[in-house]
């Protein structure tokens, strides 16, 4: 295969096919372009998949899209198999794009990147997630599954600090997707492989730069994550994601990827830094859209005991019982809330809950008043949850 692209005798026909279907899918408010050799084009539209009119884009049209679509970049993607990149269609809407081959041919997903950065309040974020802004160090994650809102959830974090702090922030992004212009704070957005080599390297290269705060795209290995946890130790504010289902399995994530014998050291680290865990997400509504369900981890003494000790199997219990005095919330608290306002459906709440059986006994009333204040001091009891303002950690 020709792997060098004369851009001259490109006629950009194929690109502009697909384009038209990008265009429909931000008309019908869908998330994710999906092209593929010998296949029609589809859209995930309220989480599912949907056909899009059109004909069958060939193996040959599906090869020339690529040639458009990278130019001289083409070369790379025949040697890597698969790139990221992030394509402008207009002023208005950007894509984060992955290509990449298949037994087919090529195949390609764009995925909408909002221009305009959301709110808190668009995003139905609850206040104790703006709360991590303001914090002076420490490390904050985002978790949850490809999808679920992730970059979202940063971008407004991100976005928060920039117009009401004088900070100075770093990025590091595969690819960038939101684009932060200077407000109050000065931004510079780093991208791997374009701007720098790795996420470690960068982040490397960040602790001399004298930031205040940084992001690091994903804590993908060793490398990163021992970094990220000194950068948090030695007064930075850091932000990150993990492909993880909930604050539980983040902490187990990160400790299982060093050596047994690292990981005591790992665990001390990562609880003297974690400042929260953000874990999201998306569940069908009952007007055919999807809001986001959160589930908060703040840092408490109780949480910051739990971690040391190795007793993540009470995590959830320490949650649930810090809702009212640290705004914490689990996915079963915060999926009852949805439910009781009725934003989604009693088949709904229980698909996604982490307990369904529990939540049903909530749901029914057989949890509520005297026997559930009972169950929370009876969890507080056996994990010593400590509740006096003497014992609350300095948020900043």
Not at 108 to 120: D, E, Q, T
Not at 139 to 152: A, E, F, I, Q, R
Not at 214 to 236: C, K, S, W, Y
Not at 329 to 338: M, R
Request: proline fraction near 2%; include cysteine.
């Amino acid at each position: 295969m020709t792997t060098q692209v004369d851009v001259s005798r490109l006629t950009f026909e194929q690109l502009k096919k697909v384009r038209v279907h990008l265009k429909k899918m931000i008309e019908v408010g869908g998330s994710d372009l999906h092209v593929k050799a010998n296949s029609v084009m589809r859209a995930r539209i309220n989480g599912n998949i949907v056909q899009f009119s059109g004909g069958i884009f060939s193996k040959e049209d599906a090869l020339t899209f690529a040639k458009e679509l990278l130019k001289g970049r083409f070369g790379e993607f025949v040697e890597k198999k698969e790139l990221d990149l992030v394509y402008p269609y207009d002023e208005n809407s950007r894509f984060r794009v992955n290509i990449f081959f298949q037994m087919d041919g090529v195949s390609a997903v764009f995925r909408v990147i909002p221009v305009k950065i959301p709110s808190f309040e668009e995003l139905h974020l609850p206040d104790i997630v703006k709360s991590f802004t303001q914090r002076e160090r420490g490390l904050v994650l985002v978790t949850g599954v490809t999808g679920s809102g992730k970059s979202t959830t940063l971008a407004a974090l991100i976005n928060e600090i920039n117009y009401n702090k004088k900070k100075h922030i770093i990025t590091i992004e595969d690819p960038i997707e939101f684009v932060h212009k200077d407000r109050n704070c000065i931004v510079n957005q780093r991208s791997v492989g374009q701007d720098t080599l790795s996420f470690g390297s960068a982040l490397r290269a960040a602790l001399r730069e004298d930031p205040d705060i940084i992001l690091v795209g994903e804590m993908r290995d060793q490398e990163t994550i021992n970094l990220a946890l000194h950068a948090a130790d030695t007064g930075h504010l850091v932000f990150s994601t993990l492909h993880t289902l909930d604050a539980k399995e983040t902490i187990n994530r990160i400790i299982a990827q060093f050596p047994t014998d690292e990981q005591n050291r790992v665990r001390l680290s990562l609880a003297g830094v974690l400042q929260g865990v953000i874990s999201q997400r998306l569940i069908p509504t009952i007007d055919g859209k999807r809001r986001v369900a959160l589930e908060v981890l703040v840092r408490t003494p109780t949480i910051e005991k739990l971690i040391m000790e190795n007793r993540d199997y009470e995590i959830r219990d320490a949650i649930e019982a810090g809702k009212e005095h640290y705004k914490s919330q689990s996915f079963d608290q915060a999926i009852l809330d949805l439910y009781d306002e009725g934003i989604i459906s009693k088949e709904q709440a229980l698909e996604n809950a982490t307990s369904a059986s529990d939540l049903e006994l909530k749901m029914n009333g057989l949890m509520s008043g005297k026997v559930s204040e009972m169950l929370e001091e009876s969890i507080e009891k056996n994990i010593n949850i400590s509740t006096d303002d003497d014992d609350v950690f300095d948020l900043k």
